[in-house]
């Protein structure tokens, strides 16, 4: 079966611009998690979706935002970039938020220059 | 949020068998014992997840102390395709779901 899809890949944008990134999760699976990958700070939790609902949101400012739609298809969105926000951004899917069991996609690599 | 200690690196050779090792001294009575792995240029993978017993699977098995102040992933035949950075992690068994992440072990394999 088909797994975890993020797109795009790979994202270039300017400081102050907004960028959406989406991901697609497994077939059946209805949570979505987000994570901020970087070199200093490691694995990141942002945010955890659930049936349309936020469920769980990690600590990083209001410019860090998502959604989450009836498909459970999921989006993030990041408003006035800033050079620090380049990263690695990681969406996982489970069946639900108490399962055991995530998958991760590959992620979306931004750079914000 | 109860956290783990794990060795920033480790060295294995190819078809030996590798311990892992994992302290959570502050873990509660609910919080599972999940192991995930990041090859190079991936996001994370799920190995395997425990809470008293020890546990196997087809990619490794877990050996959980019985204070379940530590615990160790074991691999039983490195392979090259085992390098990877492995993390402990302790979730807790209720709602709140999200995965912390700490710096993990940096599993090198050597032919």
């Known amino acids: 079966k088909a797994g975890v899809t993020q797109t795009p890949r790979y994202l270039i944008k300017t400081r102050g611009q907004q960028v959406t990134l989406s991901c697609s999760p497994i077939?059946?699976?209805?949570?979505v998690s987000w994570y901020q990958q970087t070199p200093g700070q490691g694995l990141q939790f942002l945010f955890e979706?659930?049936?349309?609902?936020?469920?769980n949101k990690g600590n990083f400012p209001g410019r860090f935002s998502g959604r989450q739609f009836s498909n459970s298809r999921s989006e993030m969105n990041v408003s006035t970039l800033e050079l620090g926000d380049s990263a690695l951004y990681l969406c996982?899917?489970?069946?639900?938020?108490?399962?055991?069991?995530?998958?991760f996609g590959s992620g979306t690599r931004l750079t914000v220059v | 949020d109860a956290k783990t200690t794990q060795p920033n690196s480790m060295e294995s050779n190819e078809e030996e068998p590798v311990h892992l090792p994992c302290n959570h001294s502050t873990i509660s009575g609910t919080d599972y014992i999940h192991w995930y792995r990041q090859l190079p240029s991936q996001g994370p993978e799920y190995v395997i997840h425990g809470l008293t017993s020890n546990v196997n699977n087809r990619m490794a098995s877990l050996a959980i102390a019985e204070d379940r102040k530590s615990s160790t992933l074991i691999l039983h035949r490195a392979t090259l395709r085992d390098a990877a950075v492995y993390y402990c992690?302790?979730?807790?068994?209720?709602?709140?779901?999200?995965?912390?992440f700490g710096k993990g072990t940096k599993l090198s394999v050597k032919p």
């Open positions: 077939s059946g699976h209805r949570s």
């Open positions: 996982a899917s489970s069946l639900g938020p108490d399962s055991y069991g995530y998958t």
């Open positions: 979706y659930f049936s349309e609902t936020q469920r």
């Open positions: 992690i302790l979730k807790y068994g209720g709602s709140q779901g999200n995965l912390i």
